[in-house]
């Protein structure tokens, strides 16, 4: 039976990833410090084939036995959670992605990096290709998540050129589901929660930048796809989907019915102004394309949202 360790297994990527490889009939190690993360996206997990272990990546990983598949998810991953921890946002896509990758050496596991469409910066090109280098700024206070993930895939590569790892390196782009917490900035799960309590919403800059917002569930199947796959270049996974912020928001507010109105907030530093993944090399080798409607989407997210919030209430 397949044995994966996912990092990152507490987060809201890893522990829909978690149940998926569950579901695969895969045992799973989910390895989190719970920076970001929390134990209640996971406890409905517990069981024979499922095994939390608390440990920060950065430092050495021991695990007993055979691993399959090593799925490198742990890092702070909001802009609001990457700019409060940026010194641990750099060690992880660097010290945590070096212990990642010795693992997969030692354990002649294939290993996948989950990378982000920040490499590419505030893009000059669009819709964004994997061949595009990116413009990304250094120095700027989003460089320390967008350069962390940048090395981290130069490290890939370096392990798959030198090492002869079996590597595969996915560029996510936005994604939204169930699990997202309420308070960690990002547009979708911030909106929700203010539709549903009527406050007003709180968009950035007018609204006309752009997004492409991606279902988890579509987003896991593509990483699994690539997982699976012999290929070891990048690889976007997104929705193309393309709306403004000022249109998600709009959506946001009739499928809560609520009665709140936009309001503007100042533009975050180096923004980016247009995302949009160009998605013809997952669809050519990985057969992969979502199927989710961003609308079916976010019905289900608000759903959860709702639930969380009546929990909580009661
Ligand atoms: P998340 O914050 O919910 O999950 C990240 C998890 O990593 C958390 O559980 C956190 O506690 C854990 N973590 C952080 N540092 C760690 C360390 N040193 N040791 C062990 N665990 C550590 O974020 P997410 O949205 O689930 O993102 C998961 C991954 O996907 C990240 O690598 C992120 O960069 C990437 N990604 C996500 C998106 C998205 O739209 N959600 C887009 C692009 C890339």
């Avoid at 002649?108 to 090109?125: C, Q, R």
């Amino acid at each position: 039976m397949a044995k994966s360790l996912v990092t990152g297994g507490a987060g809201f990527l890893g522990s829909h990833l978690c149940e998926y490889l569950l579901n695969k009939g895969h045992h799973v190690i989910a390895m989190d410090n719970l920076l970001t993360g929390t134990i209640s996206n996971i406890e409905h997990l517990q069981g024979e084939r499922f095994k939390f272990v608390k440990h920060d990546v950065t430092e050495y990983i021991y695990i007993a036995g055979k691993v399959d598949f090593v799925w490198h998810f742990a890092s702070p991953a909001s802009p609001l959670d990457y700019l409060q921890l940026p010194i641990q946002t750099l060690k992880v896509g660097a010290l945590g992605t070096h212990k990642a990758l010795g693992l997969a050496l030692e354990k002649n596991a294939a290993f996948i990096l989950a990378s982000t469409s920040e490499v590419y910066g505030d893009p000059m090109i669009h819709p964004q290709h994997e061949s595009y280098w990116g413009n990304v700024n250094p120095v700027g206070p989003r460089g320390v998540y967008d350069e962390a993930k940048r090395f981290a895939e130069a490290l890939t590569m370096a392990y798959h050129r030198y090492k002869g790892v079996d590597t595969k390196i996915v560029r996510i782009f936005n994604t939204y589901g169930p699990r997202m917490r309420p308070n960690d900035g990002r547009a979708i799960p911030t909106f929700i929660p203010q539709a549903l309590a009527n406050k007003p919403i709180t968009i950035f800059g007018d609204g006309s930048q752009t997004r492409s917002f991606c279902y988890v569930d579509d987003l896991i199947e593509g990483i699994y796809r690539l997982m699976m796959s012999a290929y070891h270049e990048p690889v976007n996974i997104g929705n193309p989907c393309e709306m403004t912020i000022r249109q998600m928001a709009e959506t946001v507010i009739r499928l809560t019915d609520s009665s709140s109105k936009i309001v503007e907030k100042p533009l975050p530093v180096d923004d980016p102004k247009v995302r949009q993944p160009n998605i013809a090399t997952a669809k050519q080798i990985l057969d992969w394309e979502p199927r989710i409607e961003f609308e079916e989407g976010l019905c289900r997210t608000i759903a959860w949202f709702r639930h969380k919030m009546s929990a909580e209430e009661s």
